[in-house]
């Protein structure tokens, strides 16, 4: 009741100050919002983008499914956080087990976290090495940061190599392009949630930097895990057992044709990892480190260069708190490595633009060490033997070539090779030489061979047809690969395969009304789970290239401003996934909705209030079927599809100062959300995690 009276009062307090807010520079602020309005109906085809040929193009010229979110789109729907936003992006959907959260996408969910999609954040991908994902747990970019994001679906791996089964995600917070913006909030909200940022960016003539820092923490979810796990819970809920704080920095800086960039982020989280937490909550800390550089040159209106070198490190320390006081066990992963590329971009005539490139990763550690003594798991370090690395190299190629202004042509490959390298486990206390060790050979010679292809057709300048076919792939990780400490006759693990055809439409069918259509077929070959093998006559059991599966698949949107001011976006997606491994072809798909739906509204009252509401729908989800189990089955019960609406109220530049008041409510209706059970959490969570549920987040700032 409190809470709707502070809404309320809020509301009234915004109703009754409209006038007064809206006085200043009234007609230049109009047109700003004219503009906003009018970049997705009228221009969108026109609208430019570097992440999908790492060089700008035009959207309508892109061989592939784009969305395009700007700093507009997510202050005016107030989103919380990055996973709030991906949720709201046509067919992407989330889960959390209360361990790590993961995004699915088409139809697909990988068991591990976020491996079939590159995250990038500043062109940077923000790969974790021990396995090769991109969990968003190291990806904890304040809202307040981003500037734009860009969203290329589709299997990309000819531009970006291993991993980009379903594309690319590039998170963008330097305004290398743009008036300088500096800014400060704080926000309080639910579940005891505060956060602090800053920022802070400057320019001359040839340089320009960008300064971004916050501090987030939250008391996190408190429900009954009977409402979990069933009656045998009863009495235990989750209780200062789920907190969370994050502290993110990152620089952007650029001095004439030379940038840089670095970030941190580190994210202490409390989880509920194969079993609920004691006491105190088990507690997992990761750490990110990101160092790049880049060079771009521009030689002539014919021949341009880009080459970058970065560097990363990643930890992750757990601490787990289980079964009694004082338990013991604790867990570490840790992976560094360097990357380089080199791109050259020619354009030798009018009609025919070529891009070469030619990509370096090098992990030269990668750790996963275990001290669990009631499991006997003691002093047990998995790593690289002394001297090893893994190593991905690469050369890609892609031309487009224009047979007129209407028809254009994009053809593509990539050779991608890993060498070999060795594995080895020590037991003991490796520090002082006592330990004993065991090594194995990762043999992934062959290299791999993926095309691409697109015909674009401008049916005119509003109306643009795509007919698309792409291949991406991804190799076993470090993880993936450990079995073989174990079992070293075992068959080395292939790539995961993935080929994709889709026609995709995008049409401005009126001055206030545009359509995009995507219809998509996903063949998906060589997907690793962990399984039995009989033929190394023993009762474990391991990651093999046991999966099979075929995506049908069709994503609409559309978009409307029927009125000054008044802005309506509504998308749906459709995505039928079947397993086509034997004895698994009537089953459903596990994590797998099959329809999705997204809508927003945005109506700005004057130059400077705005009122935005959003919604979407997850249906229906089963959880993981598990041959492993003693008695092969489901982990838990399949769960209800779920609505979320969500509102923000934002109240621009407060009496000419530029402050500014937002107040964001997620999960209006107070709807359950249930996530399946994970092989993280079936133990304890049968009948699937709750989600979030009504919570609200106040906000202060002030841009200067």
């Known amino acids: 009741m409190r809470k709707q009276k502070i809404l309320s009062v809020i ?80 067919g992407l959907y989330a889960t959390d087990d209360y361990t790590l959260q993961n995004i699915g996408v088409r139809g697909f969910w990988s068991t591990t976290p976020n491996r079939h999609l590159i995250m990038l954040v500043n062109n940077i991908p923000i790969l974790e090495g021990f396995t090769s994902s991109y969990p968003l747990v190291n990806i904890i970019v304040p809202v307040e940061a981003i500037n734009r994001i860009e969203v290329v679906r589709g299997p990309m791996s000819v531009v970006y190599g291993n991993g980009a089964f379903y594309g690319v995600i590039n998170i963008f917070t330097n305004q290398m392009e743009e008036e300088p913006l500096n800014m400060f909030t704080a926000s309080y909200g639910s579940e005891k949630t505060g956060k602090i940022f800053a920022r802070f960016s400057g320019q001359s003539d040839d340089s320009h930097y960008t300064l971004n820092g916050s501090y987030f923490q939250t008391d996190g979810l408190n429900v009954p895990l ?61 750490r990110d480190t990101r160092l790049n550089l880049e060079y771009k040159k521009t030689f ?26 004082d338990f013991y066990g604790v867990q570490q992963n840790e992976a560094s490595g360097f ?55 690469s050369i890609f190629a892609q031309l487009t070539y224009s047979f007129s202004d209407k028809l254009k042509i994009v053809a593509g490959a990539m050779v991608e090779q890993t060498p070999e390298y060795m594995l080895e486990q020590r037991i003991g206390d490796f520090g002082t030489g006592t330990d004993d060790r065991i090594q194995a050979t990762v043999s992934q010679k062959e290299a791999v061979f993926v095309p691409r292809l697109a015909l674009l057709y401008s049916l005119n300048e509003q109306n643009v047809l795509k007919l698309l076919y792409g291949k991406a792939f991804n190799r076993p990780s470090f993880f993936h690969n450990l079995d073989l400490l174990f079992t070293p006759e075992l068959p080395p693990l292939e790539p995961e395969t993935i080929q994709t055809f889709e026609l995709n439409y995008i049409g401005h069918l009126s001055p206030n009304f545009t359509l995009s259509l995507s219809v998509f077929r996903n063949i998906l070959d060589k997907l690793i789970y962990r399984t039995w093998v009989p033929s190394v006559g023993t009762v474990d059991t391991y990651h093999r290239n046991v999966g099979e599966m075929a995506t049908f698949g069709v994503e609409l949107t559309l978009q409307s401003e029927p009125l000054d001011n008044l802005r309506l976006e509504l998308s749906g997606t459709y995505q039928d996934t079947k397993d086509k491994r034997p004895g698994f072809e009537n089953m459903e798909v596990a994590y797998s909705p099959k329809l999705l739906g997204y809508f927003k509204a945005s109506y700005f009252f004057n130059n400077n209030i705005s009122l935005a509401v959003n919604a979407n729908y997850v249906d229906e989800m089963e959880p993981y079927y598990d041959v492993t189990l003693p008695v092969p089955g489901r982990l838990g019960e399949k769960v209800d599809g779920y609505f979320l609406v969500g509102a923000n109220l934002r109240i621009r530049n407060l009496f000419g100062t530029g402050m500014f008041l937002n107040f964001r409510c997620s999960n209006l209706l107070d709807e359950e959300v249930r996530y399946p059970a994970t092989s993280n959490n079936y133990y304890f969570a049968s009948k699937g995690t709750i989600g979030k549920g009504r919570s609200f987040l106040l906000t202060i700032g002030w841009k200067f």
């Open 11 to 90: 509301i009234l307090w915004a109703m009754v100050f409209m006038p007064v807010l809206g006085s200043q520079d009234q007609d230049k602020d109009i047109k700003k919002i004219k503009k906003y309005f009018k970049m997705d109906l009228h221009q969108l085809l026109k609208a430019e983008m570097t992440t999908a040929g790492k060089k700008r193009e035009k959207v309508s010229d892109i061989p592939a499914s784009i969305v395009l979110l700007t700093r507009e789109d997510i202050e005016t729907a107030g989103y919380q956080t990055l996973s709030e936003i991906l949720e709201s992006i046509p």
């Open 300 to 325: 002539s209106d014919t021949f341009s260069l880009k080459a970058k070198l970065g560097y990363f490190l990643t930890r992750m320390n757990y601490d787990y708190d289980w079964m009694f006081e």
């Open 226 to 286: 009977e409402n979990i796990g069933g009656p045998a819970f009863t009495g235990f809920t989750t209780e200062k057992q789920l907190e969370r704080s994050e502290k993110y920095f990152n620089f952007s800086g650029t001095f004439k044709d030379f940038s840089f960039a670095t970030s941190y982020a580190e994210n202490r989280s409390e989880l509920m990892f194969s079993l609920p937490s004691y006491s105190e909550g088990s507690i997992a800390i990761y």
């Open 339 to 393: 990357s380089a590329g080199l791109n050259l971009f020619i354009q030798p005539s009018p009609n025919l633009d070529i891009t070469v490139g030619v990509d370096y990763l090098r992990i030269h550690e990668a750790i996963n060490s275990l001290n669990i003594p009631l499991y006997s798991l003691n002093l047990l370090h998995h790593c690289l033997a002394d001297g090893e690395a893994i190593v991905n190299q």
